[in-house]
């Protein structure tokens, strides 16, 4: 079986071509469709000028027109690089800079945002003949861009192949049972590497993906109903709003059966036995390395444990000179996978400094047991998971610095019942200045997931002996996380 996404689609639409990939917003839109839909945005692509290799980035919210363009994009032989249309201007900026796309496919409500620095279209635009084009595109072209929060405060851009990303949803297939007759349903945005997932699990099944042009916990459950969704793929923190809410009859009646979400142990049990689900399974994974572990269906979950590595994936546990530790023992997460990155894009030093031998290191902390599941720990990487984000706390640093009655800043994250982590600036004043005006400040700097919401105005911040910022001091400081 072919792994690339393209090979994918094309053996479906032989195979089942009137079987509904799509779902979305009372639309079904069959393999064939979408296949003519995109054949036609690749022709269009390549009317403005794209080639094999170039960058086109795509900044839509959830609709059909985005996989439209996404598999357009990956038709025409262009790198797709899928970003958040409401990341906050410095962040856009910088990507868009960096990734120097030949075309940003975004809304009319987006396209001043991007018309600065690229050559940008709406998705009408990509309307025209349907034929398919003949690029040969192979396994080791690229395909997939993504940028990922990183510890320096510019995002790091991801870089896979053609056979490197679409191996990705296929992992998914055998340890949760997926077969052509689901129909997966994702409540995140597409250009969240969970919803992707989803549309290449579905993909590669043959089976059909679902999703909202948005999430609303209120219409979930109906949303569950007409779609018929068996499986839902989603964060630990949308589970927390579900149970948060009163019980319906909907809950036991749909058709679930499995969900896979990041959550504690707790949750899992919840979730289990309100909603009447078979299972939920828990991943580790991160952008760069792909997924790594997922915890099999109709075996007995271990506490603590996000699972075995799944097929072709290897793990190891190693100290900071990069030795195997034995069983049980923390250390960083070490990765060698057939679906990980193959570079960080135009900085071949971070490439070098993060894959060695083949091995891709994590930057996490975690354990294996006997039998090599593994057991996360805690993030090397001063990066804050708010509610299925990645957060920089050095760019959230940075923009915070740049308040002239800002002396010295510290961004953390802290623990959160429903997101996870939420985010905590300590800030040592120069003057006279209230959270009030720094959230309007960063506000209007950075995405609103990336603007602190718990602030702390201290006289000084805890330092190492060569003027570090302690920060695992600052975590369990100060005032308590407010609700």
């Excluded at 190693?318 to 894009?345: C, K, M, N, Q």
Aim: glycine share 10%.
């Amino acid at each position: 079986m072919s792994d690339t996404i393209l090979d994918a689609l094309a053996r479906d639409v032989a195979a089942c071509g009137a079987h509904p990939f799509i779902l979305h917003e009372g639309r079904a839109v069959s393999y064939a469709e979408l296949d003519r839909l995109a054949n036609a945005a690749a022709r269009a692509l390549a009317a403005l000028g794209v080639v094999r290799g170039d960058r086109v980035t795509l900044a839509l919210g959830n609709c059909v027109e985005y996989l439209v363009a996404a598999f357009g994009i990956l038709k025409v032989g262009g790198v797709l690089n899928p970003v958040n249309p409401v990341l906050g201007a410095a962040e856009l900026g910088y990507i868009v800079r960096h990734a120097e796309p030949r075309v940003v496919v975004t809304s009319a409500a987006h396209v001043e945002s991007f018309r600065r620095h690229a050559n940008t279209v709406t998705p009408e635009a990509l309307a025209g003949a349907d034929a398919a084009l003949a690029v040969g595109i192979g396994a080791e072209d690229p395909a997939l861009l993504l940028y990922t929060s990183g510890t320096t405060g510019n995002p790091k851009g991801v870089l896979f192949t053609h056979g490197t990303s679409g191996r990705a949803g296929r992992h998914f297939l055998q340890t949760l049972g997926i077969t052509a007759e689901d129909v997966v349903l994702a409540v995140t945005p597409l250009f969240h590497g969970n919803a992707w997932g989803a549309v290449q699990t579905a993909l590669h099944a043959g089976a059909t993906v679902a999703f909202p042009a948005a999430f609303h916990a209120s219409a979930f459950w109906p949303l569950v109903q007409e779609t018929g969704a068996t499986v839902l793929y989603t964060l630990g923190t949308i589970l927390a709003m579900l149970l948060a809410r009163p019980a319906s009859d909907a809950e036991r009646t749909s058709r679930l059966r499995v969900i896979l979400g990041l959550g504690s142990a707790s949750v899992r049990e919840r979730v289990i036995e309100r909603f009447g689900v078979t299972d939920v399974a828990e991943c580790y994974g991160s952008t760069d390395a792909g997924v790594v572990t997922i915890t099999p269906i109709g075996v007995p979950p271990r506490a603590g444990s996000c699972g075995p590595p799944v097929p072709g994936v290897e793990i190891r546990i190693v100290d900071d000179a990069g030795r195997d530790l034995p069983p049980r023992t923390p250390g960083e997460i070490a990765v060698r996978s057939p679906s990980g990155l193959a570079a960080y894009f135009r900085d071949p030093d971070e490439t070098a400094r993060a894959v060695r031998d083949g091995w891709f290191l994590t930057g996490d902390v975690g354990w294996l047991d006997e039998d090599g599941w593994l057991y996360f720990v805690d993030r090397k990487r001063d990066v804050i998971r708010r509610g299925g984000e990645n957060v920089s706390s050095a760019l959230v640093e940075k923009v915070l610095r740049e308040h002239p009655r800002v002396a010295e800043v510290a961004v953390v994250g802290v623990p959160d019942p429903v997101l996870g982590q939420e985010i905590k600036a300590f800030v040592v004043a120069s003057g006279p200045v209230g959270e009030d005006e720094l959230r309007e400040f960063a506000g209007a700097r950075l995405a609103g997931f990336q603007v602190p919401r718990v602030w702390e105005f201290p006289a000084s911040l805890p330092k190492t002996a060569t003027g570090r910022v302690e920060k695992y001091k600052l975590r369990s400081a100060g005032k308590p996380l407010l609700g």
